[in-house]
């Protein structure tokens, strides 16, 4: 993750990321590149993950490309936040958190290879808007 956050640090300064957008970022890369490395890859062999961002439309758009087994997360069932915490399955929030804290979040199967594509909105830093 080191690396990771290195990322998130550059775009930051490269795209005026405000903090609470940049933590938001973390956050969301945090599960989604902890999930691919605990489930996408059961050979034990050597992979890469790519991650690209780059601002379309004013938005901040990460993509997390991976050639794990195939996986769409955003089928993942939705986990019940009603109930109390001990009637709750451990686990199955990770989804849940990326997509509350991203305003779209697209999953595709391009070429063998797992695409996320997470877009994010906000207020440059030092913006008077």
């Known amino acids: 993750m080191p690396r990771v956050n290195e990322l998130v640090d550059r775009v930051g300064e ?3 990321v405000p903090p609470e957008a940049l933590t938001n970022l ?3 890369l945090d599960e989604i590149v902890t999930n691919i490395m605990s489930y996408a890859y ?6 890469e ?5 780059e601002m379309r439309g004013g938005q901040l758009e990460t993509t997390v490309e991976d050639d794990g087994i195939a996986y769409d997360p955003l089928q993942a069932p939705e986990p019940d936040v009603t109930s109390s ?9 990770g989804v849940h958190f990326v997509k509350s804290l991203m305003n779209a979040v697209v999953y595709e199967r391009v070429a063998g290879h797992n695409r996320l594509t997470l877009q994010q909105a906000f207020e440059p830093n ?3 808007a």
Do not use: K, Y
Not at 42 to 47: E, R, T, V
Not at 49 to 53: K, M, V, Y
Not at 85 to 93: A, C, E, F, I
């Open 85 to 93: 915490l001990t009637r709750r399955p451990v686990g199955g929030l």
């Open 42 to 47: 059961p050979d034990g062999a050597a992979h």
């Open 26 to 28: 973390r956050i969301a």
């Open 126 to 128: 030092g913006s008077n």
């Open 49 to 53: 993950i790519r991650i690209q961002c």
């Open 14 to 16: 490269a795209f005026s």
